[in-house]
């Protein structure tokens, strides 16, 4: 369990900011183990991610003497304590790839959050969930009766704390209320180099567009339509060898990859939007 | 110098067609170096590229017994002789890695063909050319004057002898009339991962969406903008702390690849189009 | 399920071979749906795979007349039915990230085959086989009863009519005896890029010397560690901010990669071994 | 021109190095353009680079305080004024697609360098040395020479104030006393993924042991061949269908890229050296 906090920062970009942030942290005896920040020139805007060791550490005095500080340098803040695990739940519709491998990674580490609930409009990942003692519930979807599926499905959510939502190839579009409801909390992963080939099928669209890579794109859902800021993507080169099939099979391993990285560095607080865009710490 | 020939076939697909291909070669004494074949399943098609050599083969002999052969089973082919090296010409504006490297390529021996004409609508590569024996054209494009500029470009293009157009970033958009002359015999390079980011600015087009990889992609020229068959393309991955100008550095490594390789493949008669696609013999 | 055959022929070049193949084949009537061919020149060998429609095809009657034009012909050939899937044992220690990811692209039928059996040295992966209703046999290894632990091994193997063998991040090193008993038929992953960092801890290795990429290495177990030929490799960049711990997590993304494009090629009759090398039908 | 400080610091890490450096910077009014640090944790080491405007700064004030500090946090540093364009030596001998890559990369402004000399064992560079002004020489290097050879070589080097060599695929093994004249002042590109195939013709060794990726390796000389700190790496996919000449050809593309971001970074100040590893800031 790694018992270190992380702040980040966003804040208008001026002189001093890392001496000021650096400087206290200093004053209170801060271990510092991970420092990394950013500037934007253009839009003229700082990024700050910090990581200290709590071991030994006011974190509350702390906090009651950066609050004023940050308050003056106009600053978007938070600061996370890492040994808490957040609550996560999967959305997932028939295809259990990505499920099958966030449930692994979680299981031996390489994920640090609670997985308390996966939530589907099929019943096919039943037994999966049941094998990582996950409560698994049932939600079908229709056209028809959409918000009711959706009040349930935030009820649920709310009864299991969840903080983290992540459509794991969940194939329904979630409404602009619900995505509302989670901003900057829900990651998905679409089966496409976005921007090209947005909505629905894409290896489709890309095989008849004869493209010689497809890719595939994790990012925060917003109510526009894949169009929200990207957190990472991948590609693998395809050939006219390669029927649609092919696409899926190949495909399947970069929407894993990207989707449970996008899922870690989440975890790891290493991420920060600003406009359609991500600040990714490494 | 390489003795041998290439015969490229696209027909609807049947049996026995690499039996009557492979037969007759045989029954001709060809020893064949290469052989490849792809079926596309969906559209009902075959290719195939063979190459053999012409030390003492007959190659008038098979032909005349090919054609009506090739007549019967419906087949769309041509014959190539490798020795021939095809007349190349470079358009080419203000940025000028891309021609630098294709000459450079050239002259190791990379790319088997001749270029006898770099034609520009800025002055800047002049001196290039000189260095490289090539002959230099300005011809100055303005909105109001372009169909005299193409007259000259296609004039010029005549004289020379020219088989194959490569626009190694030309930025200006050349006319359907043109473009109809030289049916797949114009290779461009775009500064995108094709189909996202068309048109004009695509790194900054790229930049301002957030994506984590850009890319470039090289395609036969169509009367529709940016959608002709591709043939190659490439990614580099990037991240926040690169602003425009670094996409526009690193996409120019991606730019002279994707460019490089495309005009190679073709002047080794290892592209076929169909639809909107390209099969690539490797 | 997948009604066709696959005929893979290794033999010394020679004129004729493809003509003389394909013309049996289409006088038998057969539908060909892949055909690739590939000369070592150097070596002065050919190789071939044909894959074709069983449907209403004799495959007795075209074997019969096959064997005497392959004899003539020097050739080392087999013809599998792809409707025949063979039966595999995977191998794990107590890294499971390889075996979970196998177990699931069989479920999906990604990969075609039978997984009667799984060999661990150590218990944790007992459950995970239960779950996919696979056998779980135990067997302990320990320095001084090797060869017993390996005879009961072979005992097992026998029982369940194992064709293939895949070292799931198996962490014993196989006796020459245990090896020579499956020739080209036991695969390993190992997790760097070969030839570099051969044998234990190869991403302390990979760490220590300051690669700016580590990679995974899958290959045919032969007599000499580590040196068998080489299947598939793949890499991901890191950097100076990666410890040992994430080089770890980076690496077992492409160990699953590689392993599970090695097991499914070979399942597929795609690889054809010749010196220390494969060819790789794609 | 970009009027800017980089400042480069390695040091035993302990706490308050940050907060020490951009307090110092911020009393001073340096406005940050870009800051980064790593600390390895294992080795207990700190690095550091800041970068900043020199518009209306104090560049020596800030030394003379800077200077004390540094010694007694046991710091090495240096501070690098980007305005100045250090001066660097290209080595070459018969293959030139790194010469030209490079030479238009300064042409370009891509390489913030001044390159008054090309030194090779060949006269094949003197045309295009020519046609960039650059003064050309051509030292034959002899077994029985060749301390003679690099006598001549270090007086052209010191005549013409060389601080940075890069040996484009320069083919003579430099002596160990002339390596340690430069020390991190020699980058050298070697055709392989290091550390395979160390030594002579590594595309001939990839291609018997079959490997599926080749690579390049771009690293500061040291007195061990081929092991000195890597500072770039990358790679392509080949296949069985590719022979040696094909390595070579795909090999030069690498080649080019790995070794032109190494000049790059290193002009740009963004490399640390400790023990064999570099630290690359982004």
Redesign the interface.
């Known amino acids: 369990m790694r018992n270190t906090a992380v702040l980040l920062i966003d804040c208008p970009d001026r002189?001093?900011l890392?001496?000021?942030v650096?400087?206290l942290?200093?004053r209170h005896?801060?271990?510092?183990?991970?420092?990394?920040?950013?500037?934007?020139?253009?839009a003229g805007l700082f990024f700050m991610r910090v990581e200290w060791d709590l071991e030994a550490f006011g974190l509350d005095a702390f906090r009651a003497e950066f609050a004023p500080l940050a308050g003056e340098l106009c600053m978007r803040w938070r600061i996370e304590e890492m040994a808490r695990r957040p609550r996560v739940a999967l959305f997932v519709s028939q295809y259990?790839?990505c499920l099958?491998?966030l449930l692994?990674r979680r299981q031996?580490g390489?994920l640090n959050c609670e997985i308390p609930l996966i939530v589907s409009n099929h019943p096919d990942a039943g037994?999966l969930a049941r094998?990582h003692g996950v409560e698994f519930r049932l939600v079908p979807v229709t056209a028809a009766a959409r918000s009711e599926a959706e009040a349930e499905q935030v009820a649920l959510l709310g009864e299991h704390g969840i903080e983290l939502i992540v459509l794991a190839r969940y194939m329904q579009i979630l409404s602009p209320d619900f995505v509302r409801r989670y901003p900057r909390r829900i990651i998905n992963v679409h089966h496409s180099?976005?921007?090209?080939?947005v909505g629905a099928r894409p290896y489709h669209a890309a095989f008849?567009?004869?493209?010689?890579?497809i890719?595939a794109t994790s990012h925060y859902v917003t109510e526009e339509l894949d169009a929200g800021?990207?957190?990472?993507?991948?590609?693998v080169?395809i050939?006219?060898?390669d029927?649609v099939e092919d696409l899926i099979?190949k495909g399947?391993?970069l929407e894993r990859?990207v989707l449970s990285r996008a899922v870690m560095w989440h975890l790891e607080q290493r991420i920060l939007c600003y406009?359609?865009?991500?600040?990714?710490f490494?």
């Open positions: 002189k001093g890392v001496a000021a650096s400087g942290l200093y005896g801060a271990n510092i183990l991970h420092a990394d920040q950013h500037r934007d020139q253009e259990l790839h099958v491998d692994h031996i390489e037994a094998f180099f976005l921007p090209a080939f008849q567009r004869g493209v010689k890579l890719g800021p990207i957190i990472e993507q991948d590609v080169r050939s006219h060898r029927q099979v399947r391993d990859m406009e359609k865009k991500t600040v990714i490494d």
